[in-house]
């Protein structure tokens, strides 16, 4: 069974340009959460997923930053236009249920804009 | 505003020795998980602690979590260079998780 797969690991984008994060979840798991994390920092919760649902994007900057989980395919974090500020670890996390619990975390990308 | 904070930011200490680290909020957790985090990698899974009160041992690692659900700690005995990483609180809050923001464990051979 594999585990949260992202892709890619490394991102380089300059400024202005567009990011685009992948995340597939671990199999059986419907519930995805993505998470940024700056350097000697913790993680900062931006958005949870459902199939098709955006249920809770209370941490994601309203502009230029979108997710979107479809009934097919892997869960997408784009940002739009990035600025040096976007640069950071971008982690997504999978849960097999909603009431919390346990969430498993795939390698990360690391985006850098220049 | 639901906070964990976590104390020592760092800590840096000779093998073999003991250390604890702290996870403190004033909020009520359903649970609380500790992760670690290596550079370059995801966070990994340590331990959930669910019962006020409750302990679980990890091999030289114990977990306790506190009678009143706010509060957890994180003991490691006869610490080794392998431990060292980024140590992760986090508090279960209905589907999302509060994170500390962690303590960075190093340990010198």
């Known amino acids: 069974n594999a585990g949260v797969m992202q892709n890619p690991r490394h991102l380089v984008r300059r400024r202005g340009q567009e990011a685009r994060l992948r995340c597939s979840p671990m199999k059986g798991h419907s519930h995805v959460y993505w998470y940024r994390q700056l350097p000697e920092e913790g993680l900062k919760f931006m958005v949870y997923?459902?199939?098709?649902?955006?249920?809770?994007e209370s941490g994601m900057p309203k502009e230029r930053f979108s997710a979107e989980f479809p009934k097919e395919g892997p869960s997408i974090l784009r940002i739009q236009q990035v600025v040096r500020g976007d640069s950071a670890a971008y982690f997504c996390?999978?849960?097999?249920?909603?009431?919390?619990?346990?969430?498993?975390f795939g390698p990360g990308t690391r985006l850098t804009v220049l | 505003t639901q906070l964990l904070e976590q104390s020592p930011q760092f800590l840096s200490i000779q093998e073999g020795e003991n250390l604890t680290v702290y996870c403190n909020s004033s909020s009520v957790f359903s649970s609380l998980q500790w992760y670690r985090q290596e550079p370059g990698e995801g966070p990994v899974l340590l331990v959930t602690?669910?019962?006020g009160g409750e302990v679980k041992k990890l091999k030289r690692l114990t977990f306790q979590f506190g009678d009143a659900r706010k509060d957890s700690s994180l003991h490691i005995t006869a610490a080794q260079p392998g431990d060292t990483g980024l140590y992760l609180c986090a508090g279960d809050s209905n589907y999302q998780l509060i994170w500390g923001a962690g303590t960075k464990l190093i340990i010198k051979p």
């Open positions: 602690v669910v019962t």
């Open positions: 997923l459902q199939k098709e649902n955006i249920i809770d």
């Open positions: 996390a999978s849960s097999p249920w909603r009431d919390g619990g346990e969430q498993f």
